[in-house]
């Protein structure tokens, strides 16, 4: 199982791109957002972890 795909093809990194995407727009904006909703950051954080430890399980093929 030698196979390789590009990275452009790869929905681990296409998912840890929008996240960090999501990141960077919360931090650039008003950090009083995170301060009012820690729960729901807490959420999301959660959510993300969920979803990269689900696209670990499904990969089987390295990058290129």
């Given at each position: 199982?030698?196979?390789?795909?590009?990275?452009?093809?790869?929905?681990?990194?296409?998912?840890?791109?929008?996240?960090?995407v999501?990141?960077?727009?919360?931090?650039a904006?008003?950090?009083?957002?995170?301060l009012?909703?820690?729960?729901?950051?807490?959420?999301?954080?959660?959510?993300?972890?969920?979803?990269?430890?689900?696209?670990?399980?499904?990969?089987?093929?390295?990058l290129?």
């Amino acid at each position: 199982m030698n196979e390789t795909k590009p990275k452009s093809q790869s929905k681990t990194l296409w998912a840890n791109g929008l996240a960090l995407v999501a990141m960077l727009l919360t931090a650039a904006s008003q950090y009083q957002l995170v301060l009012d909703n820690p729960v729901a950051v807490g959420l999301v954080a959660i959510a993300i972890t969920i979803v990269n430890m689900g696209l670990r399980f499904v990969t089987s093929k390295k990058l290129s």
